[in-house]
């Protein structure tokens, strides 16, 4: 089993939909959950932290379940520009490596 | 904000030759910087945790002998891919950073082809 997995999609929405991606990971003892974002060919960049209360940026919202190993990613009103590779990442103990999940896909489409 | 620079950002290299790549953190110091290596649609996988002035250490199937990393300062980490064949071809990127402070900046990183 994967240490962090997700659904690879992709997703295809329209413009202005609201989407929500899902991510489960395996080691109970990981203490930091990220979201990052991947264009084609370029590197992974920070979205967001995700907190166990619940954390929200603008359009973007991250949840956090430590009891089920779940983590989720919502994005209101999609625009053409959150068309990315989406990565669930979390921090493995003290060692502060990041496991990175394979993406989720987001094609936004007019 | 925090800044890594990674170079080169692309090489092409004949089979059975070596190749650099240099991560540099600009405006911090780096005591822990992370190669990672991702292969076309799949997840970035982590190969070594290189730390300052010691050696690295590298994940379960990484040949330490073929992916050589130096830390030498607080700044600067390289990945030397030794023999490179065509299935080392992939994009290598580092990370670095506190992750308490600035959280994990990513290299730009670099697309090795073999040929």
């Known amino acids: 089993r994967k240490e962090v997995e997700q659904d690879p999609g992709p997703f295809n929405v329209p413009e202005g939909a609201t989407v929500a991606f899902n991510c489960t990971y395996s080691?109970?003892?990981?203490?930091?959950f990220f979201w990052y974002r991947q264009d084609c060919r370029k590197e992974p960049k920070l979205l967001m932290s995700?907190?166990?209360s619940g954390n929200e940026d603008g359009r973007f919202t991250a949840q956090l379940n430590r009891a089920s190993q779940y983590i989720s990613l919502l994005i209101r009103d999609s625009k053409l520009s959150d068309s990315a590779t989406y990565l669930c990442?979390?921090?493995?103990?003290?060692?502060?490596?990041?496991?990175f999940g394979q993406g989720t896909t987001l094609q936004v489409k007019p | 904000g925090a800044v890594v620079s990674q170079h080169p950002s692309r090489v092409i290299c004949k089979s059975g030759t070596s190749v650099k790549i240099e991560c540099r953190s600009l405006?911090?110091?780096?005591?822990?910087m992370f190669w990672y290596r991702q292969f076309p649609k799949q997840s970035l996988m982590l190969m070594a945790t290189?730390?300052?002035?010691?050696?690295?250490?590298?994940e379960q199937g990484v040949e330490k002998d073929k992916f050589l990393i130096n830390h030498a300062s607080l700044t600067l980490s390289t990945l030397t891919v030794t023999s490179a064949h065509p299935e080392d071809s992939s994009f290598y990127i580092c990370?670095?950073?506190?992750?308490?402070?600035?959280?994990?900046?990513f290299g730009s990183g670099t697309r090795l082809t073999v040929v």
């Open positions: 405006d911090f110091q780096a005591t822990t």
């Open positions: 080691n109970s003892a990981s203490q930091s």
């Open positions: 990442v979390v921090s493995s103990g003290n060692t502060g490596k990041l496991i």
């Open positions: 290189s730390n300052e002035g010691s050696k690295a250490t590298y």
């Open positions: 995700v907190y166990s």
């Open positions: 990370s670095a950073g506190d992750r308490d402070r600035y959280g994990y900046t």
